[in-house]
């Protein structure tokens, strides 16, 4: 944890019909300074989309070396790395390497397309990489609070994403499939 990151709580409760997981997390998170409430909210949404006992947030923004999320076998192996934003080819390929898996989402609205453009040729030989860019509906920064109570539904590759007073909802466009 960066030393002045900030602290949220978040209470996730996940109903994804797509892949039939339930359940209920609670999670704790800390915001790099450099890290605004739009990529914080997206960590969220990223966890959600692949909700699981063994996934955990990892420092991302303030280590080179490791994802934003990741789980782990529990000999160490990583068999899921996910990563945000539109990270260069070079980290992509370590990521590749290093995982069983790896999912990229993507979600600034103008520049994910051209950051496509440009890296996907390159980016198609990674057999085990994933490329998503996330359509947001709605104002995703509403829902951030330092304690939040979020629910997560999943169905039909749509996830909607609740607190008591304002709703998102996220397309999952798949550039690419591992």
Known sequence: MAANA?????????ANMDCHYYGEHNLTLAQHPSENDFRLMIRLVAFALNADEHLVFCKGIAQDDEPDLWKKALDGEIKLWIDLGQPDEKRIKKACGRSEKVII???QEGSASAWWKQSQKLLNRFKNLSVVYLNIDGDIEMLTKRAMTL????????????DDENSVIITQERWKEA
């Open 6 to 14: 900030t602290i949220y709580k978040a209470s996730l409760n996940i």
């Open 105 to 107: 989402y993507t979600y």
């Open 151 to 162: 629910s997560c539904n999943m169905s039909d590759e749509e996830l909607t994403v609740l």
